[in-house]
């Protein structure tokens, strides 16, 4: 074998930028007709790419382009050490999703928060239909108290019963609040 054969035969990694010998097959993006293309990468990358694939599953081509071109600077110094579910926690962040219509708009699968019965409980107290931020949260606190204030309506004897479970209610929703931001 001559010395030019073996320069023609060695592959780079087509990780952008990465500059080892490629020898590895991974997919890099299913197509809108099902078919999946296929990249050769060096072992790392490859590893990275199967580690994402089930991930990317449900997404088109754009949609896997903006994920790669947004975590650009994330993905090209870590995804090496990435484990699934660390990628997991980045594609379902809620920050990742805030910044990026795209997803949420077109239908790509995010987990669903799952509220639990008494948060439900202390949300219909309050008169929500969904989880608000903080702020939200004390501005409904301060109408509803407002409402059924005994100094409003002094004749409405349920308004104090009304209250108080406002009250706890609201103090149930902070805490909550404070738990999923930590
Ligand atoms: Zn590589």
């Given at each position: 074998m001559g010395t030019c054969e073996k320069i023609l035969s060695f592959r780079h990694c087509a990780e952008t930028g990465c500059t080892e010998a490629a020898d590895f097959r991974a997919p890099v993006l299913k197509r809108a007709d099902g078919e999946i293309d296929y990249g050769v990468f060096c072992k790392i990358h490859a590893r990275a790419r199967n580690g994402q694939w089930n991930y990317f599953a449900d997404m088109n081509a754009d949609e896997i382009e903006d994920f790669r071109h947004q975590s650009y600077s994330w993905h090209k110094s870590t995804v090496e050490n990435l484990s699934k579910t660390a990628l997991h926690a980045v594609l379902h962040s809620t920050d990742f999703l805030d910044d990026n219509v795209l997803f949420s708009a077109s239908g790509i699968k995010t987990q669903k928060r799952v509220i639990p019965p008494e948060i439900k409980q202390a949300l219909e107290q309050m008169q929500l239909e969904d989880v608000p931020d903080e702020a939200s949260l004390k501005a409904r606190f301060r109408l509803l108290v407002k409402r059924y204030h005994p100094d409003v309506q002094?004749?409405?004897?349920h308004n104090l019963a009304r209250l108080q479970s406002i009250n706890s209610a609201y103090k149930t929703l902070k805490e909550y609040l404070c738990r999923e931001i930590v």
């Open positions: 002094p004749e409405n004897p």
